[in-house]
Protein backbone atom coordinates (compact mmCIF):
# COMPACT_ATOMS: atom_id res chain seq x y z
CA UNK A 1 0.00 0.00 0.00
CA UNK A 2 1.62 3.39 -0.90
CA UNK A 3 0.90 6.20 1.32
CA UNK A 4 2.80 8.92 -0.14
CA UNK A 5 -0.99 9.86 -2.19
CA UNK A 6 -2.26 10.44 1.77
CA UNK A 7 0.98 12.61 1.97
CA UNK A 8 0.61 14.74 -0.44
CA UNK A 9 -3.05 15.61 -0.39
CA UNK A 10 -2.55 16.13 2.94
CA UNK A 11 0.48 18.71 2.57
CA UNK A 12 -0.96 20.53 -0.37
CA UNK A 13 -4.02 20.81 1.45
CA UNK A 14 -2.28 22.68 4.40
CA UNK A 15 0.15 24.58 2.30
CA UNK A 16 -2.93 25.78 -0.04
CA UNK A 17 -4.90 26.77 3.42
CA UNK A 18 -1.96 28.60 4.40
CA UNK A 19 -1.46 30.55 1.57
CA UNK A 20 -5.30 31.56 1.07
CA UNK A 21 -5.83 32.49 4.85
CA UNK A 22 -2.63 35.34 3.93
CA UNK A 23 -3.52 36.39 0.69
CA UNK A 24 -7.28 35.97 1.56
CA UNK A 25 -8.10 38.31 5.14
CA UNK A 26 -6.42 41.41 3.41
CA UNK A 27 -8.14 40.50 0.06
CA UNK A 28 -12.03 39.92 1.66
CA UNK A 29 -11.51 42.87 3.82
CA UNK A 30 -10.76 45.45 0.36
CA UNK A 31 -13.83 43.44 -0.90
CA UNK A 32 -15.81 43.94 2.01
CA UNK A 33 -15.37 47.89 2.12
CA UNK A 34 -17.26 48.95 -0.45
CA UNK A 35 -18.26 48.88 -4.06
CA UNK A 36 -16.54 49.81 -7.68
CA UNK A 37 -15.96 48.62 -11.04
CA UNK A 38 -12.49 47.28 -10.20
CA UNK A 39 -13.83 45.17 -7.34
CA UNK A 40 -16.77 43.72 -9.10
CA UNK A 41 -14.34 42.65 -11.57
CA UNK A 42 -12.06 41.19 -8.99
CA UNK A 43 -14.91 39.49 -7.12
CA UNK A 44 -16.35 37.78 -10.66
CA UNK A 45 -12.52 36.29 -11.11
CA UNK A 46 -12.44 34.87 -8.10
CA UNK A 47 -15.70 33.39 -7.90
CA UNK A 48 -15.60 32.07 -11.56
CA UNK A 49 -13.86 28.36 -10.02
CA UNK A 50 -17.38 27.55 -8.53
CA UNK A 51 -18.66 27.74 -11.85
CA UNK A 52 -15.99 26.88 -14.22
CA UNK A 53 -15.35 23.09 -15.12
CA UNK A 54 -12.02 22.49 -13.06
CA UNK A 55 -10.39 21.11 -16.16
CA UNK A 56 -11.14 24.71 -18.15
CA UNK A 57 -9.22 26.12 -15.27
CA UNK A 58 -6.82 23.49 -15.33
CA UNK A 59 -6.23 23.20 -19.05
CA UNK A 60 -5.43 27.34 -19.20
CA UNK A 61 -3.04 26.58 -16.62
CA UNK A 62 -1.08 24.54 -18.46
CA UNK A 63 -1.13 26.36 -21.19
CA UNK A 64 0.18 29.60 -19.52
CA UNK A 65 2.76 27.66 -17.61
CA UNK A 66 3.94 25.34 -20.29
CA UNK A 67 7.79 25.54 -20.21
CA UNK A 68 7.97 25.18 -24.33
CA UNK A 69 6.36 28.77 -24.39
CA UNK A 70 5.44 32.15 -23.26
CA UNK A 71 5.50 33.10 -19.29
CA UNK A 72 6.03 29.26 -18.67
CA UNK A 73 9.24 29.45 -20.71
CA UNK A 74 10.42 32.90 -19.07
CA UNK A 75 9.82 31.55 -15.39
CA UNK A 76 11.83 28.22 -16.74
CA UNK A 77 14.95 30.24 -18.27
CA UNK A 78 15.39 33.05 -15.71
CA UNK A 79 14.03 31.26 -12.53
CA UNK A 80 14.63 27.58 -13.33
CA UNK A 81 10.96 27.68 -11.96
CA UNK A 82 8.50 24.78 -13.64
CA UNK A 83 4.74 24.73 -12.08
CA UNK A 84 3.59 22.17 -14.99
CA UNK A 85 3.50 18.79 -13.55
CA UNK A 86 5.44 19.13 -10.36
CA UNK A 87 3.80 19.99 -6.88
CA UNK A 88 4.75 23.88 -6.67
CA UNK A 89 1.67 23.49 -9.75
CA UNK A 90 -0.65 21.58 -7.65
CA UNK A 91 -0.39 24.11 -4.95
CA UNK A 92 -0.76 27.41 -7.59
CA UNK A 93 -3.93 25.76 -9.35
CA UNK A 94 -5.15 24.82 -5.51
CA UNK A 95 -4.76 28.31 -4.19
CA UNK A 96 -6.37 29.77 -7.45
CA UNK A 97 -9.21 26.50 -7.62
CA UNK A 98 -9.94 27.34 -4.08
CA UNK A 99 -9.97 30.51 -3.55
CA UNK A 100 -13.40 31.37 -3.27
CA UNK A 101 -13.59 29.11 -0.27
CA UNK A 102 -11.77 31.24 2.10
CA UNK A 103 -12.70 34.50 0.35
CA UNK A 104 -16.57 34.24 0.40
CA UNK A 105 -17.36 33.68 3.96
CA UNK A 106 -14.74 35.91 5.41
CA UNK A 107 -16.07 38.77 2.98
CA UNK A 108 -19.85 38.05 3.78
CA UNK A 109 -18.88 37.65 7.77
CA UNK A 110 -17.00 41.44 7.56
CA UNK A 111 -19.99 43.00 5.30
CA UNK A 112 -22.23 41.75 8.44
CA UNK A 113 -20.47 43.33 11.17
CA UNK A 114 -22.26 46.72 11.73
CA UNK A 115 -20.48 49.60 10.46
CA UNK A 116 -20.25 51.50 13.73
CA UNK A 117 -18.15 48.73 15.07
CA UNK A 118 -14.64 50.13 13.03
CA UNK A 119 -16.04 53.70 13.37
CA UNK A 120 -16.16 53.70 16.94
CA UNK A 121 -12.64 52.01 16.88
CA UNK A 122 -11.54 54.81 14.71
CA UNK A 123 -12.60 57.48 16.81
CA UNK A 124 -10.50 55.86 19.93
CA UNK A 125 -7.40 56.84 17.45
CA UNK A 126 -7.10 53.56 15.99
CA UNK A 127 -5.79 52.93 12.54
CA UNK A 128 -7.70 50.34 10.30
CA UNK A 129 -5.12 47.40 10.63
CA UNK A 130 -5.37 47.62 14.60
CA UNK A 131 -9.33 47.67 14.09
CA UNK A 132 -8.99 44.74 11.79
CA UNK A 133 -7.22 43.07 14.01
CA UNK A 134 -8.19 43.75 17.58
CA UNK A 135 -12.09 44.46 16.89
CA UNK A 136 -13.23 43.36 13.29
CA UNK A 137 -11.66 39.55 13.38
CA UNK A 138 -12.24 38.50 16.42
CA UNK A 139 -15.70 38.95 15.80
CA UNK A 140 -15.80 36.84 12.92
CA UNK A 141 -13.85 34.12 14.07
CA UNK A 142 -16.02 31.47 13.39
CA UNK A 143 -16.55 32.43 10.01
CA UNK A 144 -12.39 32.47 9.36
CA UNK A 145 -12.78 28.84 10.86
CA UNK A 146 -15.34 27.81 8.05
CA UNK A 147 -13.25 29.38 5.25
CA UNK A 148 -10.11 27.35 6.76
CA UNK A 149 -12.11 23.81 6.98
CA UNK A 150 -14.20 24.38 3.33
CA UNK A 151 -10.55 25.14 1.92
CA UNK A 152 -8.97 22.76 3.27
CA UNK A 153 -11.06 20.08 2.41
CA UNK A 154 -12.25 21.49 -0.97
CA UNK A 155 -8.81 20.92 -1.94
CA UNK A 156 -8.67 17.09 -0.29
CA UNK A 157 -11.10 16.20 -2.70
CA UNK A 158 -9.41 18.21 -6.06
CA UNK A 159 -9.08 15.96 -8.85
CA UNK A 160 -9.81 18.07 -12.55
CA UNK A 161 -7.79 20.72 -12.27
CA UNK A 162 -4.48 18.30 -10.40
CA UNK A 163 -5.02 15.89 -12.90
CA UNK A 164 -4.54 19.11 -15.47
CA UNK A 165 -1.47 20.25 -14.60
CA UNK A 166 0.07 17.64 -12.16
CA UNK A 167 -0.92 14.81 -13.90
CA UNK A 168 0.09 11.74 -12.15
CA UNK A 169 3.53 11.08 -11.11
CA UNK A 170 4.10 8.97 -8.10
CA UNK A 171 5.42 10.77 -4.56
CA UNK A 172 5.54 14.07 -7.10
CA UNK A 173 1.56 14.93 -8.24
CA UNK A 174 -0.44 11.97 -7.32
CA UNK A 175 -2.68 13.06 -4.97
CA UNK A 176 -5.33 10.64 -2.74
CA UNK A 177 -8.55 11.76 -5.84
CA UNK A 178 -5.94 10.71 -8.71
CA UNK A 179 -4.88 7.69 -6.84
CA UNK A 180 -8.48 6.32 -6.19
CA UNK A 181 -8.87 6.76 -10.47
CA UNK A 182 -5.80 4.95 -10.68
CA UNK A 183 -6.90 2.20 -8.52
CA UNK A 184 -10.06 1.41 -9.82
CA UNK A 185 -8.86 1.99 -13.74
CA UNK A 186 -6.30 -0.73 -12.36
CA UNK A 187 -9.18 -2.70 -10.46
CA UNK A 188 -7.31 -2.29 -7.80
CA UNK A 189 -10.78 -2.07 -5.24
CA UNK A 190 -8.90 -2.95 -2.34
CA UNK A 191 -7.04 0.29 -2.51
CA UNK A 192 -9.20 2.65 -3.92
CA UNK A 193 -11.40 2.05 -0.83
CA UNK A 194 -8.56 2.41 1.38
CA UNK A 195 -7.74 5.75 0.14
CA UNK A 196 -11.63 6.76 0.07
CA UNK A 197 -12.18 5.55 3.58
CA UNK A 198 -9.58 7.73 4.45
CA UNK A 199 -10.48 10.77 2.45
CA UNK A 200 -14.13 9.89 3.93
CA UNK A 201 -12.75 10.15 7.59
CA UNK A 202 -10.73 13.07 7.29
CA UNK A 203 -12.93 14.92 5.67
CA UNK A 204 -15.95 13.79 8.74
CA UNK A 205 -13.72 14.80 11.52
CA UNK A 206 -12.89 17.87 10.21
CA UNK A 207 -16.70 19.29 9.10
CA UNK A 208 -17.62 17.57 12.85
CA UNK A 209 -15.12 19.58 14.29
CA UNK A 210 -16.28 22.87 12.91
CA UNK A 211 -19.77 22.13 13.65
CA UNK A 212 -19.08 21.32 17.51
CA UNK A 213 -17.12 24.30 17.20
CA UNK A 214 -19.50 26.66 16.11
CA UNK A 215 -22.11 24.99 18.08
CA UNK A 216 -22.97 28.26 20.09
CA UNK A 217 -23.34 30.44 16.99
CA UNK A 218 -25.53 27.77 15.47
CA UNK A 219 -24.02 27.85 12.11
CA UNK A 220 -23.17 25.08 9.60
CA UNK A 221 -20.09 25.24 6.90
CA UNK A 222 -21.62 26.22 4.48
CA UNK A 223 -23.07 29.74 6.46
CA UNK B 1 -14.33 77.59 19.05
CA UNK B 2 -15.57 75.12 16.78
CA UNK B 3 -17.12 77.01 13.46
CA UNK B 4 -19.63 74.16 11.28
CA UNK B 5 -20.61 75.05 7.69
CA UNK B 6 -22.14 71.82 5.63
CA UNK B 7 -24.34 70.95 3.28
CA UNK B 8 -25.10 67.50 2.96
CA UNK B 9 -27.69 65.29 0.67
CA UNK B 10 -29.49 62.85 2.65
CA UNK B 11 -32.43 60.21 1.33
CA UNK B 12 -35.09 59.85 4.47
CA UNK B 13 -37.94 58.39 4.14
CA UNK B 14 -39.99 61.34 2.70
CA UNK B 15 -37.75 61.66 0.10
CA UNK B 16 -34.75 63.89 -0.19
CA UNK B 17 -33.78 66.25 2.30
CA UNK B 18 -30.56 68.51 2.56
CA UNK B 19 -28.84 69.04 5.99
CA UNK B 20 -27.95 72.44 6.14
CA UNK B 21 -25.96 73.77 9.21
CA UNK B 22 -24.31 76.94 10.02
CA UNK B 23 -23.16 77.27 13.23
CA UNK B 24 -20.18 78.42 15.93
CA UNK B 25 -19.89 76.43 18.99
CA UNK B 26 -18.89 78.19 22.43
CA UNK B 27 -15.80 76.19 23.30
CA UNK B 28 -16.78 73.92 26.81
CA UNK B 29 -20.11 74.38 26.23
CA UNK B 30 -22.73 71.74 26.53
CA UNK B 31 -24.86 72.03 23.31
CA UNK B 32 -28.51 70.00 23.18
CA UNK B 33 -28.85 68.77 19.53
CA UNK B 34 -32.21 68.20 19.00
CA UNK B 35 -34.84 68.08 15.49
CA UNK B 36 -37.52 66.03 14.34
CA UNK B 37 -36.48 62.02 13.47
CA UNK B 38 -34.72 62.01 10.03
CA UNK B 39 -34.08 65.68 10.48
CA UNK B 40 -29.78 64.78 10.41
CA UNK B 41 -29.04 64.95 13.88
CA UNK B 42 -27.20 61.79 13.55
CA UNK B 43 -25.23 62.67 10.46
CA UNK B 44 -24.16 65.79 11.52
CA UNK B 45 -22.55 64.39 14.75
CA UNK B 46 -20.94 61.82 12.27
CA UNK B 47 -19.86 64.84 9.94
CA UNK B 48 -18.16 66.30 12.79
CA UNK B 49 -16.03 62.99 13.38
CA UNK B 50 -14.76 62.71 10.62
CA UNK B 51 -16.94 59.41 9.97
CA UNK B 52 -19.31 60.98 7.27
CA UNK B 53 -18.07 63.38 4.27
CA UNK B 54 -20.58 66.33 3.45
CA UNK B 55 -20.95 67.26 -0.16
CA UNK B 56 -19.96 70.95 0.57
CA UNK B 57 -18.63 71.90 3.94
CA UNK B 58 -15.74 73.43 6.49
CA UNK B 59 -15.62 72.80 10.01
CA UNK B 60 -12.99 74.88 12.24
CA UNK B 61 -12.00 73.32 15.60
CA UNK B 62 -10.06 76.08 17.30
CA UNK B 63 -8.59 77.24 14.73
CA UNK B 64 -7.50 74.16 13.42
CA UNK B 65 -8.84 73.00 10.44
CA UNK B 66 -11.01 69.74 9.88
CA UNK B 67 -12.99 69.81 7.46
CA UNK B 68 -12.86 72.10 3.99
CA UNK B 69 -14.45 70.54 0.76
CA UNK B 70 -13.32 73.44 -1.10
CA UNK B 71 -9.58 72.44 -0.99
CA UNK B 72 -10.89 68.29 -0.86
CA UNK B 73 -9.14 68.65 3.11
CA UNK B 74 -10.49 66.33 5.32
CA UNK B 75 -8.74 65.53 8.65
CA UNK B 76 -8.59 62.05 9.28
CA UNK B 77 -11.08 60.82 12.12
CA UNK B 78 -8.31 59.70 14.53
CA UNK B 79 -6.51 62.90 14.47
CA UNK B 80 -9.69 65.10 15.35
CA UNK B 81 -9.37 63.96 19.25
CA UNK B 82 -13.20 63.43 19.34
CA UNK B 83 -14.92 60.98 21.39
CA UNK B 84 -18.42 59.15 19.81
CA UNK B 85 -21.34 57.49 21.57
CA UNK B 86 -22.72 56.16 19.12
CA UNK B 87 -27.22 55.39 19.36
CA UNK B 88 -26.83 51.38 18.97
CA UNK B 89 -23.39 52.00 21.91
CA UNK B 90 -21.36 50.58 18.66
CA UNK B 91 -19.11 48.01 21.71
CA UNK B 92 -17.41 44.97 20.46
CA UNK B 93 -18.79 41.86 21.30
CA UNK B 94 -15.51 40.79 21.71
CA UNK B 95 -13.91 42.65 24.69
CA UNK B 96 -15.09 43.24 28.47
CA UNK B 97 -16.01 46.06 29.66
CA UNK B 98 -12.19 46.03 31.02
CA UNK B 99 -10.84 45.55 27.83
CA UNK B 100 -13.17 48.10 26.05
CA UNK B 101 -11.36 50.75 28.38
CA UNK B 102 -8.02 49.12 27.96
CA UNK B 103 -8.31 49.24 24.23
CA UNK B 104 -9.09 53.33 24.18
CA UNK B 105 -6.22 54.42 26.99
CA UNK B 106 -3.68 53.36 29.03
CA UNK B 107 -4.09 55.04 31.95
CA UNK B 108 -5.48 52.63 34.55
CA UNK B 109 -6.68 55.81 37.09
CA UNK B 110 -8.15 57.07 34.85
CA UNK B 111 -9.67 53.61 33.74
CA UNK B 112 -10.67 53.13 37.63
CA UNK B 113 -12.19 56.45 37.47
CA UNK B 114 -14.55 55.98 34.80
CA UNK B 115 -15.69 52.62 35.94
CA UNK B 116 -16.61 54.32 39.26
CA UNK B 117 -18.66 57.17 37.04
CA UNK B 118 -20.45 54.56 35.48
CA UNK B 119 -21.26 52.17 38.17
CA UNK B 120 -19.14 49.21 36.60
CA UNK B 121 -16.94 48.17 38.62
CA UNK B 122 -18.47 44.89 39.83
CA UNK B 123 -18.79 44.25 35.46
CA UNK B 124 -14.99 44.32 34.69
CA UNK B 125 -14.98 41.08 32.60
CA UNK B 126 -18.52 41.01 31.40
CA UNK B 127 -19.34 40.88 27.45
CA UNK B 128 -21.50 43.57 26.26
CA UNK B 129 -23.91 40.55 25.83
CA UNK B 130 -24.14 39.74 29.57
CA UNK B 131 -24.98 44.01 30.30
CA UNK B 132 -28.45 45.03 30.55
CA UNK B 133 -29.06 47.56 28.13
CA UNK B 134 -28.44 50.55 30.83
CA UNK B 135 -24.89 48.95 31.45
CA UNK B 136 -24.15 48.72 27.58
CA UNK B 137 -25.36 52.30 27.21
CA UNK B 138 -23.26 53.43 30.46
CA UNK B 139 -20.06 51.40 29.11
CA UNK B 140 -20.63 53.08 25.30
CA UNK B 141 -20.27 56.49 27.33
CA UNK B 142 -17.10 55.49 29.26
CA UNK B 143 -15.00 54.42 26.14
CA UNK B 144 -16.25 57.76 24.54
CA UNK B 145 -14.43 59.43 27.54
CA UNK B 146 -11.53 57.24 27.89
CA UNK B 147 -9.63 59.15 25.37
CA UNK B 148 -10.10 62.28 27.16
CA UNK B 149 -11.64 63.66 23.98
CA UNK B 150 -11.57 67.60 23.42
CA UNK B 151 -15.18 67.30 21.65
CA UNK B 152 -17.94 64.61 22.71
CA UNK B 153 -20.48 63.31 20.30
CA UNK B 154 -23.47 61.88 22.11
CA UNK B 155 -26.00 60.48 20.19
CA UNK B 156 -29.17 59.74 22.38
CA UNK B 157 -26.86 58.70 25.18
CA UNK B 158 -29.24 58.21 28.10
CA UNK B 159 -32.23 57.16 26.12
CA UNK B 160 -31.38 53.01 28.23
CA UNK B 161 -31.00 54.54 31.68
CA UNK B 162 -33.29 54.61 34.16
CA UNK B 163 -34.76 58.05 35.42
CA UNK B 164 -32.38 57.93 38.67
CA UNK B 165 -29.15 56.62 37.14
CA UNK B 166 -30.07 59.17 34.35
CA UNK B 167 -29.88 61.96 36.89
CA UNK B 168 -26.75 60.56 38.39
CA UNK B 169 -25.36 60.10 35.39
CA UNK B 170 -25.83 63.43 33.56
CA UNK B 171 -24.88 65.42 37.33
CA UNK B 172 -21.61 63.41 37.18
CA UNK B 173 -21.14 64.02 33.65
CA UNK B 174 -21.49 67.82 33.28
CA UNK B 175 -18.49 67.76 36.54
CA UNK B 176 -16.23 65.61 34.05
CA UNK B 177 -16.69 67.59 31.01
CA UNK B 178 -15.67 70.79 32.92
CA UNK B 179 -12.97 69.15 34.22
CA UNK B 180 -11.73 67.97 31.20
CA UNK B 181 -12.46 71.32 29.41
CA UNK B 182 -14.22 69.33 27.07
CA UNK B 183 -17.01 70.47 24.52
CA UNK B 184 -20.09 68.12 24.24
CA UNK B 185 -22.80 67.59 21.84
CA UNK B 186 -26.09 65.79 23.28
CA UNK B 187 -28.19 64.45 20.25
CA UNK B 188 -31.67 63.74 22.20
CA UNK B 189 -35.35 63.29 21.55
CA UNK B 190 -35.83 64.55 24.85
CA UNK B 191 -34.42 67.49 25.22
CA UNK B 192 -35.73 67.88 28.81
CA UNK B 193 -33.82 65.01 30.28
CA UNK B 194 -30.64 67.34 29.36
CA UNK B 195 -31.70 70.95 29.73
CA UNK B 196 -30.12 71.34 33.39
CA UNK B 197 -26.77 70.61 31.78
CA UNK B 198 -27.08 72.52 28.10
CA UNK B 199 -25.31 75.80 28.11
CA UNK B 200 -26.82 76.35 24.40
CA UNK B 201 -28.77 74.29 21.54
CA UNK B 202 -29.16 73.33 18.09
CA UNK B 203 -32.05 73.01 16.35
CA UNK B 204 -31.74 70.83 12.85
CA UNK B 205 -34.70 71.19 10.97
Not at chain 2, 140 to 153: E, M
Request: hydrophobic share 50%; net charge neutral; with cysteine.
Amino acid sequence: MDWSPIWLTLRLAGITTILLLIIGLPLAYWLSNGRSFIKIIAEVIITMPLVLPPSVLGFYLLIAFSPQQGFGKWLSEHFNIQFVFSFPGLVLASVIYSMPFMIGPIKSALQQLPLSLSQASYTLGKTPMQTFIKVLLPNIRSSVLTAIVLTFAHTLGEFGVVLMIGGNIPGVTRVASIAIYDAVENMDYASANVYSLLLFVITFAIVMAVFIFNKHAAKSPLE
Amino acid sequence: MINIAIEKKMRTYQGHNILKVNTSIAPKSIIKVYGASGSGKTTLLKIIAGLTLPEKGKIIFNDTPWLNTDNNFNLAVQKRGVGMVFQNYALFPNMTVLQHLEYATKDQQWIDRLLHFGQLETMLLHKPEHLSGGQQQRLAILRALATKPQLLLMDEPFSALDPEMRVGIITELKNLLNELGITCLIVSHNPLEIDSIADDELCIL
